[in-house]
C-alpha cells in the first residue's frame, strides 16, 4: 500500500513533466515529434526468492528533439514480467516515465529514464524503477526508420526485479 501512494504521484508528475516539455514548441519544431512503437522478449530475474523466466514488452515512446543528437520524453508500455507462465507469480505492469535519449554516433542511440511501475491484474503493487537502453538505429533520411534495441530495467519492488529484453520497433519521424 505504501509503494501505491508513492508511485501514483511519481507517474502523474512524470506525465505532468512530459506533457509541459511537449508545448515549448521552440525544441521540437526544427526537428519534429518522434513516435517509437516498440516490441521485446527477454528474461526476469528477481532478487531474494530467486523467481526467474521470460517476459514480453509492448509500448512506445513520444519524444521530442533536445537539440543536436540528443531527445526526450515519454514512455508507456506494458510489461509481463513472467509471460504466459502459470508456476511464476502474475506480475504486469503499465510503466509510465520520462526518457532521455543520445545518439553518440549515426547508428548508435542510448538513453535513460525513470519509470513509475502501475501493477495491473493480480498485482496490486507499484513501484518506481530504471531502464536503460542501448540500440542500432540507422540514419535515414525518410521519415520511417527500423531500430533495434537491448532494454534493462530494475523494479524496485518488495525484491528487486531486473529485466533484460531484446526489443524492436518502427520511429515515425513527424
Not at 505504501?2 to 508511485?7: E, R, S, V
Not at 509510465?96 to 496490486?124: A, C
Not at 542501448?134 to 534495441?149: A, D, H, R, V
Request: glycine letters at 12%; aromatic letters at 10%.
Amino acid at each position: 500500500m505504501k509503494n501505491a501512494m508513492i508511485a501514483k504521484p511519481f507517474v502523474i508528475r512524470c506525465m505532468g513533466i512530459a506533457v509541459l516539455s511537449m508545448l515549448s514548441v521552440p525544441s521540437w519544431a526544427e526537428n519534429g515529434i518522434l513516435i517509437r512503437p516498440h516490441l521485446g522478449m527477454g528474461y526476469t530475474n528477481a532478487s531474494g526468492e530467486g523467481t526467474s523466466g521470460r517476459s514480453t514488452l509492448i509500448g512506445s515512446r513520444f519524444m521530442l528533439s533536445a537539440g543536436g543528437n540528443k531527445s526526450y520524453g515519454l514512455e508507456v508500455s506494458y510489461i509481463d514480467a513472467y509471460a504466459r507462465q502459470d508456476d511464476k507469480p502474475d506480475t504486469e505492469y503499465l510503466a509510465v516515465g520520462i526518457v532521455l535519449e543520445k545518439k553518440p554516433f549515426e547508428f548508435l542511440n542510448m538513453g535513460i529514464g525513470t519509470i513509475g511501475y502501475l501493477g495491473m491484474g493480480d498485482n496490486t503493487d507499484n513501484p518506481f524503477g530504471i531502464v536503460t537502453n542501448l540500440g542500432w538505429e540507422p540514419e535515414y533520411k525518410g521519415n520511417i526508420t527500423p531500430y533495434i534495441s537491448l532494454r534493462s530495467e530494475w523494479i524496485f519492488d518488495d525484491t528487486t526485479l531486473k529485466i533484460n529484453t531484446l526489443s524492436a520497433g518502427i520511429r515515425f519521424r513527424f
